[in-house]
Protein backbone atom coordinates (compact mmCIF):
# COMPACT_ATOMS: atom_id res chain seq x y z
CA UNK A 1 0.00 0.00 0.00
CA UNK A 2 2.92 2.28 0.74
CA UNK A 3 4.24 1.84 -2.70
CA UNK A 4 1.03 2.66 -3.99
CA UNK A 5 0.44 5.43 -2.49
CA UNK A 6 3.91 6.59 -3.84
CA UNK A 7 2.62 5.74 -7.26
CA UNK A 8 -0.22 8.50 -7.15
CA UNK A 9 1.74 11.21 -5.08
CA UNK A 10 4.48 10.52 -7.59
CA UNK A 11 4.40 9.35 -11.19
CA UNK A 12 2.64 11.99 -12.64
CA UNK A 13 3.72 15.08 -14.23
CA UNK A 14 1.52 17.36 -11.98
CA UNK A 15 0.94 15.55 -8.99
CA UNK A 16 -1.14 16.45 -5.71
CA UNK A 17 0.88 18.46 -2.72
CA UNK A 18 2.80 15.87 -1.27
CA UNK A 19 1.64 14.28 2.07
CA UNK A 20 3.96 13.37 4.74
CA UNK A 21 6.45 10.63 4.54
CA UNK A 22 6.21 7.85 6.97
CA UNK A 23 9.16 7.15 9.38
CA UNK A 24 10.63 4.31 7.04
CA UNK A 25 9.50 2.60 4.21
CA UNK A 26 10.54 -0.97 3.44
CA UNK A 27 11.50 -3.38 0.64
CA UNK A 28 11.01 -6.71 0.52
CA UNK A 29 13.56 -9.00 0.65
CA UNK A 30 15.38 -11.03 -2.03
CA UNK A 31 16.18 -13.96 -0.20
CA UNK A 32 13.89 -16.50 0.42
CA UNK A 33 11.89 -17.43 4.02
CA UNK A 34 12.79 -21.18 4.89
CA UNK A 35 10.19 -22.95 6.64
CA UNK A 36 10.73 -25.79 9.55
CA UNK A 37 8.08 -28.45 8.42
CA UNK A 38 8.20 -29.89 11.59
CA UNK A 39 6.62 -27.16 13.56
CA UNK A 40 5.34 -24.50 10.27
CA UNK A 41 7.10 -22.06 11.59
CA UNK A 42 9.81 -19.51 9.53
CA UNK A 43 13.79 -19.91 10.21
CA UNK A 44 16.75 -17.65 9.07
CA UNK A 45 13.94 -15.14 7.95
CA UNK A 46 15.78 -12.69 5.88
CA UNK A 47 15.68 -9.09 8.33
CA UNK A 48 13.95 -6.51 6.02
CA UNK A 49 16.00 -3.60 4.48
CA UNK A 50 14.88 -0.12 6.48
CA UNK A 51 15.43 3.02 4.99
CA UNK A 52 15.18 5.32 8.09
CA UNK A 53 13.88 8.73 7.70
CA UNK A 54 16.43 10.93 8.29
CA UNK A 55 18.34 9.47 5.28
CA UNK A 56 15.09 10.69 3.05
CA UNK A 57 14.87 14.03 1.54
CA UNK A 58 11.55 15.55 3.19
CA UNK A 59 9.63 18.77 2.91
CA UNK A 60 10.85 19.58 6.22
CA UNK A 61 14.74 18.93 5.67
CA UNK A 62 15.04 19.56 1.64
CA UNK A 63 16.85 22.85 2.07
CA UNK A 64 19.65 21.88 4.29
CA UNK A 65 19.98 18.60 2.22
CA UNK A 66 19.93 19.83 -0.94
CA UNK A 67 22.45 23.50 -0.01
CA UNK A 68 24.89 20.81 2.08
CA UNK A 69 24.95 18.25 -1.17
CA UNK A 70 25.74 21.25 -3.31
CA UNK A 71 28.56 22.98 -1.34
CA UNK A 72 30.23 19.18 -1.61
CA UNK A 73 29.31 18.75 -5.14
CA UNK A 74 30.04 21.26 -7.12
CA UNK A 75 29.51 20.02 -10.75
CA UNK A 76 27.99 22.15 -13.45
CA UNK A 77 27.73 19.91 -16.34
CA UNK A 78 25.35 17.34 -17.26
CA UNK A 79 25.16 14.56 -20.09
CA UNK A 80 21.70 13.28 -21.26
CA UNK A 81 22.11 10.63 -23.43
CA UNK A 82 19.67 9.21 -25.81
CA UNK A 83 19.42 6.85 -28.47
CA UNK A 84 19.36 10.35 -30.66
CA UNK A 85 22.75 11.46 -29.86
CA UNK A 86 23.64 13.85 -26.70
CA UNK A 87 22.50 16.88 -24.63
CA UNK A 88 25.06 18.56 -22.87
CA UNK A 89 23.25 20.91 -20.09
CA UNK A 90 25.07 23.64 -18.05
CA UNK A 91 23.24 24.02 -14.55
CA UNK A 92 23.28 27.16 -12.93
CA UNK A 93 25.22 28.33 -10.22
CA UNK A 94 21.96 31.00 -9.41
CA UNK A 95 19.42 28.18 -8.88
CA UNK A 96 21.85 25.63 -6.19
CA UNK A 97 18.95 23.61 -4.62
CA UNK A 98 18.05 22.50 -8.24
CA UNK A 99 21.18 22.51 -9.28
CA UNK A 100 21.83 20.22 -5.99
CA UNK A 101 18.65 17.86 -6.64
CA UNK A 102 19.32 17.23 -10.22
CA UNK A 103 22.95 15.98 -9.18
CA UNK A 104 21.93 13.86 -6.46
CA UNK A 105 19.47 12.05 -8.99
CA UNK A 106 21.96 11.76 -11.71
CA UNK A 107 24.38 10.58 -9.14
CA UNK A 108 22.23 7.87 -7.32
CA UNK A 109 21.28 6.87 -11.64
CA UNK A 110 17.83 7.78 -10.87
CA UNK A 111 17.34 8.73 -14.70
CA UNK A 112 18.86 5.77 -15.87
CA UNK A 113 16.43 4.03 -17.91
CA UNK A 114 13.88 6.75 -17.16
CA UNK A 115 11.84 7.84 -20.62
CA UNK A 116 10.83 11.08 -22.68
CA UNK A 117 7.37 10.89 -21.16
CA UNK A 118 5.62 14.25 -22.54
CA UNK A 119 6.74 15.48 -26.22
CA UNK A 120 5.00 18.68 -28.06
CA UNK A 121 7.04 19.89 -30.77
CA UNK A 122 7.12 23.18 -31.34
CA UNK A 123 7.46 23.40 -27.45
CA UNK A 124 9.16 20.96 -25.56
CA UNK A 125 9.94 18.01 -24.36
CA UNK A 126 9.77 16.42 -20.77
CA UNK A 127 11.62 13.68 -18.94
CA UNK A 128 12.57 12.02 -15.71
CA UNK A 129 9.82 8.68 -15.35
CA UNK A 130 9.00 6.05 -16.18
CA UNK A 131 7.16 2.55 -16.73
CA UNK A 132 9.44 0.92 -15.13
CA UNK A 133 8.88 -1.55 -12.06
CA UNK A 134 11.61 -0.25 -9.95
CA UNK A 135 10.88 3.04 -10.07
CA UNK A 136 8.67 3.29 -7.15
CA UNK A 137 11.63 2.18 -5.27
CA UNK A 138 14.50 4.29 -6.66
CA UNK A 139 11.46 7.48 -5.51
CA UNK A 140 11.01 5.61 -2.10
CA UNK A 141 14.87 5.65 -1.61
CA UNK A 142 15.12 8.94 -2.16
CA UNK A 143 11.95 10.57 -0.65
CA UNK A 144 8.82 12.34 -1.48
CA UNK A 145 9.84 16.11 -1.42
CA UNK A 146 9.15 19.13 -3.57
CA UNK A 147 12.49 21.07 -4.40
CA UNK A 148 11.59 25.25 -3.13
CA UNK A 149 11.03 27.60 -6.14
CA UNK A 150 13.98 29.19 -7.18
CA UNK A 151 12.54 31.56 -9.78
CA UNK A 152 14.87 34.26 -11.33
CA UNK A 153 13.66 36.97 -13.57
CA UNK A 154 17.00 36.23 -15.44
CA UNK A 155 16.50 33.02 -16.21
CA UNK A 156 13.93 32.86 -18.92
CA UNK A 157 12.25 30.03 -20.85
CA UNK A 158 14.60 30.45 -23.90
CA UNK A 159 14.90 27.87 -26.40
CA UNK A 160 17.02 25.11 -24.39
CA UNK A 161 16.61 26.03 -21.10
CA UNK A 162 15.56 23.28 -18.56
CA UNK A 163 13.38 23.49 -15.72
CA UNK A 164 11.39 21.34 -13.54
CA UNK A 165 7.47 21.10 -13.59
CA UNK A 166 5.23 22.13 -10.45
CA UNK A 167 2.02 20.81 -9.46
CA UNK A 168 -1.04 22.31 -11.63
CA UNK A 169 -2.55 25.37 -10.54
CA UNK A 170 -6.53 25.02 -10.95
CA UNK A 171 -6.46 28.29 -9.57
CA UNK A 172 -4.64 31.78 -9.88
CA UNK A 173 -5.20 33.09 -5.91
CA UNK A 174 -1.41 34.28 -5.09
CA UNK A 175 -2.33 33.57 -1.70
CA UNK A 176 -2.61 29.59 -2.94
CA UNK A 177 -0.28 28.93 -6.07
CA UNK A 178 2.14 26.49 -5.09
CA UNK A 179 5.71 27.14 -7.21
CA UNK A 180 7.57 24.15 -5.90
CA UNK A 181 9.12 21.77 -8.42
CA UNK A 182 8.34 17.92 -8.77
CA UNK A 183 11.70 16.39 -8.08
CA UNK A 184 11.82 14.46 -10.84
CA UNK A 185 10.08 15.85 -13.49
CA UNK A 186 12.33 18.43 -16.15
CA UNK A 187 12.30 19.43 -19.22
CA UNK A 188 13.79 21.70 -22.39
CA UNK A 189 12.28 24.23 -24.43
CA UNK A 190 12.41 23.28 -27.94
CA UNK A 191 10.07 25.93 -29.73
CA UNK A 192 12.18 28.35 -32.07
CA UNK A 193 12.42 32.53 -32.91
CA UNK A 194 8.94 34.60 -31.86
CA UNK A 195 7.77 36.93 -33.66
CA UNK A 196 6.54 40.25 -32.13
CA UNK A 197 3.00 39.87 -32.91
CA UNK A 198 3.28 36.60 -31.70
CA UNK A 199 4.42 37.81 -28.34
CA UNK A 200 2.24 40.59 -28.33
CA UNK A 201 -0.63 37.65 -28.60
CA UNK A 202 0.72 36.05 -25.90
CA UNK A 203 0.89 39.22 -23.71
CA UNK A 204 -2.74 39.45 -24.21
CA UNK A 205 -3.57 36.16 -23.75
CA UNK A 206 -1.63 35.14 -20.52
CA UNK A 207 -1.73 38.99 -18.89
CA UNK A 208 1.82 38.83 -19.09
CA UNK A 209 4.74 41.78 -20.19
CA UNK A 210 7.39 40.10 -21.58
CA UNK A 211 10.57 43.00 -21.15
CA UNK A 212 12.53 44.22 -24.33
CA UNK A 213 15.50 42.32 -23.62
CA UNK A 214 13.92 38.76 -23.18
CA UNK A 215 11.98 39.80 -26.47
CA UNK A 216 14.98 40.19 -28.09
CA UNK A 217 16.25 36.78 -27.18
CA UNK A 218 13.24 35.20 -28.01
CA UNK A 219 13.41 36.77 -31.47
CA UNK A 220 16.81 35.57 -31.93
CA UNK A 221 16.33 31.42 -31.10
CA UNK A 222 12.84 31.02 -29.21
CA UNK A 223 11.25 29.97 -26.38
CA UNK A 224 8.25 29.78 -24.03
CA UNK A 225 7.37 33.34 -22.06
CA UNK A 226 4.56 32.23 -20.95
CA UNK A 227 6.39 29.61 -18.69
CA UNK A 228 7.89 32.75 -17.28
CA UNK A 229 7.58 33.23 -13.14
CA UNK A 230 6.17 30.10 -13.09
CA UNK A 231 8.31 27.44 -13.03
CA UNK A 232 12.41 27.73 -12.21
CA UNK A 233 14.69 27.63 -14.75
CA UNK A 234 18.11 25.84 -13.77
CA UNK A 235 20.02 25.39 -16.83
CA UNK A 236 20.44 25.32 -20.99
CA UNK A 237 21.74 23.71 -23.54
CA UNK A 238 25.02 24.00 -24.36
CA UNK A 239 24.91 21.64 -27.07
CA UNK A 240 22.99 19.11 -28.67
CA UNK A 241 19.71 21.22 -29.52
CA UNK A 242 19.59 19.42 -32.73
CA UNK A 243 18.55 15.84 -30.77
CA UNK A 244 16.19 17.88 -28.91
CA UNK A 245 14.69 18.80 -32.43
CA UNK A 246 14.84 14.74 -32.92
CA UNK A 247 12.79 13.92 -30.22
CA UNK A 248 10.11 15.98 -30.46
CA UNK A 249 9.35 15.45 -33.53
CA UNK A 250 8.44 11.52 -32.40
CA UNK A 251 4.81 10.98 -33.02
CA UNK A 252 3.21 10.64 -29.98
CA UNK A 253 -0.35 9.76 -28.64
CA UNK A 254 -3.14 11.79 -27.92
CA UNK A 255 -1.99 12.51 -24.53
CA UNK A 256 1.47 13.83 -26.12
CA UNK A 257 3.34 10.64 -25.44
CA UNK A 258 6.05 9.09 -27.62
CA UNK A 259 4.63 5.60 -29.28
CA UNK A 260 7.98 4.66 -28.59
CA UNK A 261 10.13 4.81 -25.73
CA UNK A 262 12.41 7.44 -25.72
CA UNK A 263 14.74 6.22 -22.82
CA UNK A 264 17.80 8.61 -21.22
CA UNK A 265 20.33 8.24 -18.79
CA UNK A 266 22.39 11.00 -17.31
CA UNK A 267 26.07 11.75 -16.57
CA UNK A 268 27.94 14.03 -14.44
CA UNK A 269 29.98 16.33 -16.28
CA UNK A 270 32.33 18.71 -14.31
Known sequence: MKYIFLFLSLIF?????????KDYYTEKSSNPVKIDTNSNK????????????????????????????????KEEKIL??????????????????????????????????????????????????SDSNNMLQKMAKIGLYRVPPEINSKNIHKRGALAMAVQEQYYKDPTKINLSSSPYNF?????????DTYMDKIEIKYNITIPESNRKIY?????SPHLDNEYTVFGEVIS?????DKISKQITNGKNRPLKNIYLSVEVLD
Open 42 to 73: AINKAPKKVIKKNNLLTNQNVKKKLTDFGIKN
Open 13 to 21: LFSCDNQPP
Open 240 to 244: GLSVV
Open 187 to 195: YIIQKGPLS
Open 80 to 129: IRTEFGDIKIRLYKNTPLHRANFLLLAKSNFFDSTIFYRVIRNFMIQGGN
Open 219 to 223: RKIGG
